[in-house]
């Protein structure tokens, strides 16, 4: 949800930026629009949408940090909960922690 709402951003910015940020890998993309710096004073467009994209792109790369640590959570927790069912060909973490396959 987050990143296509950085990608609607992107169609809809100042040619400027648009044109900045078009084309770019979503690793690039986030990394460029988390990177923008926005004066507290500046109440622009193009401040303002810089300060959207960079958020919305914080936010895409917590969020991505926060699944990774949950899914390794879940894998650990899976694997001593029930070895037999992580071992089965097809069940991974995620199904093994339900007990349903």
Same mark, same amino acid.
């Given at each position: ?16 930026? !648009? *044109?900045?940020? /078009?084309?770019?890998?979503?690793? $690039? ?7 923008? @710096? &926005? ?14 994209? !960079? *958020?919305?792109? /914080?936010?895409?790369?917590?969020? $991505? ?7 390794? @959570? &879940? ?27």
């Amino acid at each position: 949800m987050a990143l296509n709402q950085l990608h609607h951003l992107v169609v809809t910015a100042p040619k400027n930026i !648009r *044109e900045r940020v /078009r084309g770019l890998s979503h690793k $690039d993309l986030l990394a460029t629009c988390g990177a923008f @710096r &926005v004066p507290a004073d500046d109440d622009s467009l193009p401040a303002i949408t810089r300060l959207s994209m !960079r *958020e919305v792109a /914080r936010r895409v790369v917590q969020r $991505d940090e926060q699944i990774a640590v949950t899914g390794n @959570r &879940v894998s650990w927790l899976s694997a001593q909960a029930a070895p037999e069912l992580v071992a089965i060909h097809g069940v991974g973490p995620d199904v093994a922690s339900t007990g349903r396959f």
